[in-house]
């Protein structure tokens, strides 16, 4: 079993940059893609960026393109999400997952694929 834990959230003023990380455990690492994933208040979880498990391959929503990076040191076996220029709008709990293989950012994108899952990290971005 996985057991995955993020740190490196908190409150941040618009245009501000955080790093969240992602600690892994339990399993072998690069026999997982990864994923972050974020959950605003009523809104549903969506996938903020995926990385496969080499680090070769990497997707993300449209709306932090350019502005956040994910990555991966398998030899930590750590996870990671570079976030820069944060606007209000990133407000959310991010969550780190682990999950099988897939291609594709809509494919990626559906949270069943992930069997293991984070507490997740508070981010709140102020205006």
């Known amino acids: 079993q996985v057991q995955l834990v993020e740190s490196g959230g908190g409150l941040v003023q618009a245009g501000g940059s955080l790093r969240l990380s992602c600690a892994a455990s339990g399993g072998t690492f690069t026999s997982y893609n990864m994923g972050w994933f974020r959950q605003a208040p009523g809104k549903e979880r969506e996938l903020v960026a995926h990385?496969?498990?080499?680090?070769?391959?990497?997707y993300y929503l449209d709306s932090v393109k350019g502005r956040f990076t994910i990555s991966r040191d398998n030899a930590k076996n750590m996870v990671y999400l570079q976030m820069n220029s944060l606007t209000p709008e990133d407000t959310a709990v991010y969550y780190c997952a682990a999950g099988g293989y897939c291609t594709g950012y809509a494919y990626c994108a559906n949270a069943a694929r992930y069997a293991y899952w984070g507490q997740g990290t508070q981010v709140t971005v102020s205006s």
């Open positions: 990385i496969n498990w080499s680090g070769s391959n990497t």
